[in-house]
């Protein structure tokens, strides 16, 4: 289960060493927007130390690469350092992926092989985003909330990214990979309950997680895209009350005064296999 993810910049080694300590679930070590292009080849070259200081610290680290010239040498670099994915930006075609993934092929060997995280981030790759969520090596999809708006010649306000970012999360969806983010942008981590709000409002939408730029944000999007214990318990009721109902030959019943049919046993068994899976890893 993936409910935090944790932008750090890659050429910040006192933020670096402490990433893996944060409690999210994911560090994106960042070699793109975060770092000056004058630091880039050196943030580069550092990923073969950080990667794995801060896989020991029991998370997953993905990697967000640099788009044109220094895409596949930033890609193969995350791949040798043992990244379980890269974040790659301004996705805006499946060609990208399928270049990519064939390049990576010959760098892996016996390495479990790297995932890709397609960031759409303009107007092309919105109106390309389903082929590109059956790309290869895809496990997630997610939106670039300021390039986006930057693309459209608007304001990164909530009202703007909504409908855009729900496209995305629905591409992902049917593709059945994960979706990550929430339907505002992230820059402004000072506003907590706005965060909160935001945070739970997405996961009601489906999105699996979300990512955030300051680790005091970490613990507000573990608490939310987590199941909380009243949702656990409903889930085991529903289950349970369906064995009993389906033994009797009913495939719909009343729990609690309220109908509970086929869809709704299936999302309380989905619940219960996303908390199952959180208290595994």
């Known amino acids: 289960m993936i409910s935090s993810l944790l932008y750090v910049p890659g050429n910040a080694p006192r933020f670096l060493e402490k990433a893996g300590q944060r409690g999210a679930d994911v560090v994106i070590v960042d070699l793109e927007d975060a770092v000056p292009e004058a630091a880039k080849t050196e943030a580069r070259d550092g990923l073969a130390k950080w990667v794995q200081e801060i896989k020991r610290g029991g998370c997953q680290v993905f990697v967000r690469v640099n788009q044109s010239d220094r895409l ?64 290869p090596r895809v496990i997630a999809l997610t939106a670039g909330g300021e390039d986006l708006a930057t693309a459209m010649g608007a304001k990164p306000t909530p009202e703007v990214l909504r409908y855009p970012k729900l496209m995305i999360h629905y591409a992902a969806k049917e593709a059945g990979v994960l979706s990550f983010g929430m339907l505002r942008t992230t820059v402004d981590f000072a506003d ?32 939310c895209f987590a199941p909380n214990p009243e949702e656990v318990e409903w889930a085991r009721k529903v289950l349970a009350a369906n064995g009993e109902n389906a033994a009797a030959g009913r495939g719909a019943f009343m729990l609690e005064g309220k109908f509970i049919d086929a869809p709704i046993v299936t999302r309380a068994r989905n619940l219960l296999a996303r908390f199952e899976k959180g208290r595994a890893t």
């Open 72 to 135: 596949i040498e930033d890609a193969i670099a995350a791949t040798l350092a043992g990244a379980d994915a890269v974040y790659i930006p301004k996705v805006d075609s499946p060609d990208i992926l399928a270049g990519l993934d064939k390049t990576l092929t010959a760098h892996e060997g016996d390495r479990t092989p790297i995932s890709f995280v397609p960031l759409i981030e303009d107007m092309k790759g919105l109106f390309e985003v389903r082929a590109i969520a059956q790309g």
């Open 192 to 223: 907590k309950d706005a965060l909160r709000a935001a945070a739970l409002e997405a996961r009601d939408f489906g999105f699996d997680g979300a990512s955030c730029i300051h680790p005091s944000v970490v613990p507000i999007l573990n608490e």
